[in-house]
């Protein structure tokens, strides 16, 4: 009896013996998990306003004070004028007045059309001191046309008529002292006739194929500015097919 009892005992103690106890991590023994870190973005800056910058206002033109003929000639008149400038600056200047002129950039298409003749004039030009090659070309009558001035100039100066008239260009010979608008105008369709030029002018006619001249640009053997002008408007535009 005493053998059973001790093992009764035996099997007791081991049946309840507390099983040992596993760590479980709580909230306060837990690592707290790291945090993202945030970056914030800056705020766009406003672009800085502008400061108004204070400007003096500027005439469209200048207020002439006094004009005085100076000089009184055949084709032009110089004036001195005294004028506040745009700029609010007080000056004297010469000006020469002129009706203004026209320029005949006058082709012949006929023979070849690919390559067409230009009409150019030899003249002597005494404030040059030499002959120069030109584009003919004339004065306007008081309260003339244009167009009209240059079919009578183009008469007179070298027979020929055209049938075709278009402006190219209109500008000015020189603003710093004259006021002379030039205009050019192509004329094409030509037709021979007899030239009828002032007492004064010894006009020479000479005929070149356009390459041939735009050649003599490049060797610098025209000095003319109306000529100059000219040809290389209307070559240009004949490569770029606008003629």
């Known amino acids: 009896m005493a053998a059973h009892s001790n093992?009764?005992?035996?099997?007791?103690?081991?049946?309840?013996?507390?099983?040992?106890?596993?760590?479980?991590?709580?909230?306060?023994?837990?690592?707290?998990?790291?945090?993202?870190?945030?970056?914030?973005k800056p705020a766009a800056k406003k672009p800085a306003a502008k400061k108004a910058v204070a400007t003096k206002p500027r005439a469209a033109k200048a207020k002439l004070i006094r004009s005085k003929l100076a000089y009184k000639g055949k084709v032009f008149n110089v004036f001195t004028d005294t004028l506040v400038e745009p700029g609010g600056h007080r000056n004297t200047r010469d000006v020469i007045r002129h009706n203004g002129s026209v320029v005949m950039m006058a082709v012949d298409e006929r023979t070849n059309p690919a390559d067409p003749d230009v009409i150019l004039e030899r003249q002597y030009r005494h404030a040059a001191g030499q002959f120069l090659l030109e584009l003919p070309a004339g004065s306007r009558e008081?309260?003339?046309?244009?167009l009209a001035a240059a079919k009578r100039e183009l008469i007179e100066e070298t027979g020929f008529r055209a049938r075709r008239w278009t402006m190219l260009l209109r500008y000015f010979a020189s603003p710093g002292f004259l006021g002379e608008w030039?205009?050019?105008?192509?004329?094409?369709?030509?037709?021979?006739?007899?030239?009828?030029?002032?007492?004064?002018?010894?006009?020479?006619?000479?005929?070149?194929?356009?390459?041939?001249?735009?050649r003599m640009i490049a060797e610098g053997k025209i000095h003319d500015g109306k000529t100059l002008i000219g040809l290389s408007l209307y070559d240009a535009a004949r490569r770029d097919g606008r003629l």
Not at 26 to 37: E, H, I, L, N, V
Not at 183 to 206: F, H, K, N, S
């Open 142 to 146: 008081p309260n003339e046309a244009p």
């Open 7 to 40: 093992k009764f005992q035996k099997f007791l103690s081991t049946k309840t013996k507390p099983a040992p106890v596993k760590a479980v991590k709580t909230a306060s023994t837990a690592k707290p998990a790291a945090k993202k870190s945030i970056t914030k």
């Open 182 to 214: 030039m205009q050019i105008y192509l004329a094409r369709d030509l037709r021979e006739g007899t030239a009828t030029p002032e007492l004064d002018e010894q006009i020479e006619i000479v005929r070149v194929p356009l390459s041939q001249a735009m």
